[in-house]
């Protein structure tokens, strides 16, 4: 007699192929960061503004926008400057500023003292200070412990350079 799987088995695995087929679906949408078409080069002036921008890019901003999106982030995290339209975790588009303010609130109970080490912090520990409005989320951060000091060092430039508006994009 051949051998079955549990019932319970059974619905996890179905499960976990509804929720890989709803992700790829998600990812290959129309205006999702993986089904958006990559230039050559500049065919326009704002192309061409955008790619002198870019020229002035600190390197470790350009290495976060990399590494970012090389780990996964922009499946949860919407950061407009490298086209991340993630859904599930905190918009990240200020995320200087509100590591800032959050450092500095009363009822931080963090080790970090400063905005550049409150999102290390986050990446590395997030339990370390879980905001209000996510402590009971089912997509809870995941602990990206394994990053790189670089790389580490890259995303929080990258996060802490997002924080003013009318930045050029970091892609």
Do not use: K
């Amino acid at each position: 007699m051949p051998h079955r799987r549990s019932f319970r088995a059974r619905v996890r695995y179905r499960t976990g192929v509804v929720l890989a087929l709803a992700a790829t679906a998600w990812t290959l949408a129309p205006g999702s960061v993986a089904s958006t078409p990559v230039q050559d080069g500049p065919d326009d002036a704002s192309a061409a503004a955008s790619a002198a921008a870019h020229a002035a890019l600190d390197p470790r901003v350009r290495s976060g926008a990399e590494a970012f999106l090389a780990h996964g982030c922009a499946a949860c995290h919407r950061l407009d400057s490298v086209g991340a339209t993630g859904l599930f975790g905190p918009v990240l588009n200020a995320a200087g500023a509100i590591a800032a303010a959050r450092v500095a609130a009363p009822d931080y109970r963090g080790a970090a003292t400063d905005a550049e080490g409150y999102l290390r912090e986050s990446i590395v520990d997030p339990v370390a200070y879980l905001v209000p409005g996510y402590a009971g989320s089912y997509h809870r951060m995941p602990a990206y412990a394994h990053l790189s000091d670089e790389e580490l060092t890259s995303l929080v430039a990258l996060l802490t350079w997002t924080a003013p508006e009318g930045r050029p994009d970091a892609r």
